[in-house]
């Protein structure tokens, strides 16, 4: 990163792995934020995944018959009006 002194903005100039020294590779700093990246990409696709299995949830919900929704305890006004809600939704 650069500091532009005369507007005070901050600009990322890219940097080849091979212009820092070997032993300068890795940082504190540096793995930090990887490891924050990690954790932000992982939650957002556990979070995809559990979006994709509610709506299959759902519409193997709306599929069922009534002998079914009855084993489950669900009425069909119950199920109708759950599977009418985006996936996102709770």
Known sequence: M???????????????????????????????????????????????LFWLERAKERRNLAMMDEHQLKDLGVSRFDAVKETEKWFWQN
């Open 2 to 48: 650069k500091l532009d002194k005369l507007s005070g903005k901050l600009y990322i100039t890219p940097v080849h792995w091979m212009d820092i020294p070997q032993g300068n590779r890795t940082s504190e700093v540096g793995n930090h934020h990887l490891e924050s990246l990690k954790f932000y990409f992982r939650s957002k696709w556990i979070l995809l």
